[in-house]
Nanobody, 125 residues
Framework: QVQLLESGGGSVQAGGSLNLECATY????????MGWFRQAPGKEREGVAA????????DYADSVKGRLTISYDNTKNILYLQMNTMKPEDTAMYYC??????????????????WGQGTQVAVSS
């Protein structure tokens, strides 16, 4: 079992930055892939970024490439999402997710087995 706890959300103006954190607890050494998803009001949850903890390969949604960076600190067992040059369309609840498997498509929810409760991000214009 794995428990995930997000933090770091808040309100910023367009062009600003936030650094989201997702602390991982439990059988963390079995985690293969972690990801960040977001859900805006009235919209479906979408994949934002993912990282393979072995190869460190990263994947990003086209809408965030060049602005958001996903990373994982093995020593602290924390997943990060550095968000720069933020836009109002980044406003959403952000969730981190984890899986022990190495199968599935990174931006699909069903790829992941463990989810955090989310942290709210609001970007004003």
């Amino acid at each position: 079992q794995v428990q995930l706890l997000e933090s770091g959300g808040g309100s910023v103006q367009a062009g600003g930055s936030l650094n989201l954190e997702c602390a991982t607890y439990g059988i963390t050494h079995n985690i293969q892939i972690m990801g960040w998803f977001r859900q805006a009001p009235g919209k479906e949850r979408e994949g934002v970024a993912a990282i393979d903890l072995s190869s460190r390969r990263t994947d990003y949604a086209d809408s965030v490439k060049g602005r958001l960076t996903i990373s994982y600190d093995n020593t602290k067992n924390i997943l990060y999402l550095q968000m720069n040059t933020m836009k109002p369309e980044d406003t959403a609840m952000y969730y981190c997710a984890a899986t022990f498997r190495r199968t599935g498509i990174w931006y699909r929810e069903r790829t992941f087995d463990y989810w955090g409760q989310g942290t709210q991000v609001a970007v004003s214009s």
